[in-house]
């Protein structure tokens, strides 16, 4: 029986997919499910794996390491390198659906230098391997592919090309966990520039950043404000300390700066003032420092755009949006996944639906699925519970609920 993960990719496309790849660049290349079993495999097993695998411990098995790789891969949201317990290089690149690992692509093992003595001795000691068995591992060693870091880069990059074209609906996901590793990246080093100049002993705050992010944002200079951003935020998180409330105080500190700004510039007060309070609140409830900076960085975008908002671009988003739910309504779908669809934050998405249609994003989907079913009550035969399932409701009774309150009837007087 095939596995579920042909139920969202198709195998003869996957399989047609490593058959190419492995032609190209000549190394094993496998398709795992979730749980490391392994689905699809092109290229021989490589002799050196199969002399040291029965060295290894149980709980430190090629499985255990290939989820964990898959699972690094889906958070860092690009093709990830790493290097497994006998020191071989592997690339993995994953397969979601909805924010779920289904599985992933394994190529390798490959080595990034020439195989010597040393690395023997490494593995020896690390598994206390007998010397005859040791041999055999360093005459297989000289058959495993040694690819330099540069032509690596690009096997990564051929494998990011490939298998995120088949995750549709999940690139937003990876895209934005890419955008989220960099931001952490670039708040740090703007933390260790503060501390190289001795600005954290003399705690004085960066004004003139402050007044300059203002500036970027009214002249809709997205890229520069969020680069300005991030140096105000590095210097919040030394000056405070990483002390999570204290940053969160002077975040939104900085929320009501942007609200102000973007009203003075002419952008619909009433639009602002619900974007700042979801802002806030999202703010509020997280944890996470870096959470909550990226929430912040995303929405330097939602307040350059209100600067710059028209009624028929607000209807052309929104067209796009309904679009997609006319589209999807039978998945299990949310405001994020629609406003991923449409590249929008899911809070500016919704303070511009309820503008544009006057209704709340899930009052319209309901809507949308209950015309649906009402359609199936009176032209099919089907179950109601099936009726139920095909309109996007998981719940009948909730189904039940939802059709009373638009239509003024249970599903089965309708029919």
Same mark, same amino acid.
Do not use: W
């Given at each position: ?148 870091? =540069? %032509?690596? @880069? +690009?096997?990564?990059?051929? *494998?990011?090309?490939?298998?995120? $074209? ?103 007060? =009433? %639009?602002? @003032? +619900?974007?700042?309070?979801? *802002?806030?609140?999202?703010?509020? $409830? ?130």
């Amino acid at each position: 029986m095939d596995s579920y993960i042909f139920q969202y990719y198709s195998k003869l496309q996957l399989d047609e997919m490593l058959s190419a790849f492995h032609a190209c660049i000549d190394l094993q290349v496998q398709l795992i499910d979730d749980k490391g079993n392994v689905l699809l495999s092109k290229g021989n097993p490589s002799a050196f794996c199969k002399e040291i695998i029965p060295h290894l411990p149980p709980d430190d098995s090629c499985r255990k390491q290939h989820i964990q790789a898959g699972e690094q891969a889906m958070l860092l949201g690009d093709a990830y390198l790493f290097c497994c317990h006998a020191d071989l290089f592997h690339i993995v690149f994953p397969l979601i659906q909805k924010k779920t690992l289904l599985g992933s692509v394994i190529v390798g093992p490959f080595l990034m230098d020439d195989p010597d003595a040393a690395m023997m001795i490494a593995l020896k000691k690390k598994y206390e391997i007998d010397t005859p068995c040791l041999l055999k591992m360093s005459e297989a060693s000289y058959k495993l592919k040694v690819i330099d870091p =540069d %032509m690596t @880069l +690009h096997y990564c990059k051929l *494998l990011y090309y490939l298998v995120n $074209s088949l995750n549709t609906g999940s690139r937003e996901i990876l895209a934005a966990n890419q955008s989220r590793i960099l931001q952490q990246s670039r708040i740090n080093e703007s933390i260790q520039m503060y501390k190289n100049s001795g600005m954290k002993e003399s705690k004085e705050y960066p004004l003139d950043k402050e007044i300059l992010l203002m500036t970027k944002i009214k002249s809709g200079d997205v890229d520069e404000a969020r680069g300005i951003l991030n140096d105000l935020l590095g210097f919040i998180m030394l000056y405070e300390k990483h002390d999570t409330e204290r940053i969160k105080v002077r975040i939104i500190e900085l929320c009501t700066l942007l609200s102000r700004a973007a009203i003075e510039r002419g952008a619909e007060t =009433d %639009m602002i @003032l +619900h974007m700042n309070e979801e *802002l806030i609140h999202s703010i509020m $409830s997280s944890a996470d420092i870096y959470d909550i900076c990226y929430t912040f960085q995303n929405n330097i975008d939602i307040f350059t755009d209100s600067l710059f908002y028209t009624a028929d671009k607000g209807n052309k988003l929104i067209k796009q949006a309904t679009a997609y739910i006319s589209a999807h309504f039978s998945e299990n779908i949310t405001l994020t996944d629609v406003a991923y669809n449409i590249h929008l934050s899911p809070s500016y998405l919704s303070t511009l639906f309820k503008q544009v249609t006057g209704m709340f994003f899930k009052d319209y989907l309901n809507r949308v699925r209950i015309e649906e079913a009402q359609r199936l009550l009176s032209h099919t035969d089907y179950p109601i519970m099936e009726i139920c399932i095909a309109c996007g409701f998981s719940d009948q009774s909730y189904f039940t609920k939802v059709f009373k309150k638009y239509s003024g009837m249970t599903p089965k007087q309708y029919r």
